[in-house]
């Protein structure tokens, strides 16, 4: 007696005239949550950050840390619309973004076209592989007086090092997902005609979606990681120049400001990602 309970499947391979592809009728069906279930996620992951701002207040208040060691919420919500007022917070937090957003895409394109490179060729990844390698080993704050002995201090060599530690993460995750794809989903692409930029588009950078979301969610935290490095090159504006200048004038209201905005903002932007993620998840894996 057959099983009613048949597996979905789908119509693209036969109307491409190949075998049917079972399961995946199911799977685009039960990718997407209702509206409902998000919600209530993102309530529960806001109850540890509310936790932490009530103890934060607590500590404070009762005399446990002096207000030199950790300032109120108030306090820092006091700097946050100081700041505001005299228009600096905004220039701070703009052109912090369009640091990250430059080196971001700069390093994740860089880093695209290497990984795919040394993994599909063989001799390209014997020859580059080590010394990629060793590149990778190197200190984020090492590559600064370089860069300020090549390129000056200006917004080139900041937008550089923030590139930089965008490159690696995508550069690592896409060149271990091709060399892991499926030998026999190639060998069989190959049997039905598809090679070279078909065989890439059509089997192995679909196989690798979801890899190469993971490093650019990496690389995008490095960037984050990287601004304030960057903005230790003579800055005179961003979040990392007020984390900085903050310490050298003793206002950690500002200090603790600063962390907690690279915190919203790094959170938000890999929400932006991970929302662009799910789409090409469904579009192409």
Do not use: C
């Not at 090092?161 to 989903?185: C, E, K, M, Q, W």
């Not at 890439?200 to 969610?217: D, H, K």
């Amino acid at each position: 007696m057959s099983d009613e309970r048949a597996t979905p499947v789908s119509l693209k391979g036969m109307e491409a005239g190949g075998p049917p592809v079972p399961g995946t009728g199911a799977i685009r069906t039960g990718q997407r949550r209702p509206v409902g279930r998000r919600a209530g996620v993102l309530l529960l992951g806001l109850i540890v950050p509310a936790l932490i701002l009530l103890a934060w207040h607590l500590s404070t208040v009762s005399g446990f840390f002096r207000p030199s060691q950790l300032p109120s919420p108030a306090s820092v919500l006091a700097a946050a619309v100081d700041l505001i007022e005299r228009g600096q917070l905004a220039n701070h937090i703009l052109i912090s973004t369009q640091r990250v957003v430059l080196g971001f895409l700069i390093g994740s394109v860089l880093g695209v076209l290497a990984g795919a490179l040394l993994g599909l060729s063989r001799i390209a990844d014997v020859l580059l592989t080590p010394t990629v390698g060793a590149l990778r080993a190197v200190p984020s704050l090492a590559w600064v007086p370089l860069l300020v002995l090549w390129i000056g201090i200006n917004e080139d060599s900041k937008v550089t090092l923030i590139s930089i530690g965008a490159f690696f993460p995508v550069f690592t995750t896409l060149y271990l997902g091709l060399r892991h794809v499926d030998r026999n989903l190639v060998e069989a692409a190959r049997a039905f005609g598809l090679n070279g930029v078909r065989l890439l588009t059509t089997v192995q950078l679909p196989a690798v979606v979801p890899a190469l979301f993971s490093g650019l969610r990496l690389a995008l935290a490095q960037s984050w990681l990287f601004l304030v490095a960057a903005e230790l090159i003579a800055s005179s504006m961003g979040l990392g120049f007020l984390l900085t200048d903050s310490q050298q004038t003793g206002r950690v209201d500002r200090i603790i400001l600063a962390i907690i905005l690279l915190a919203v903002i790094g959170k938000t932007t890999d929400a932006l990602l991970g929302i662009a993620e799910r789409w090409a998840v469904r579009r192409w894996a």
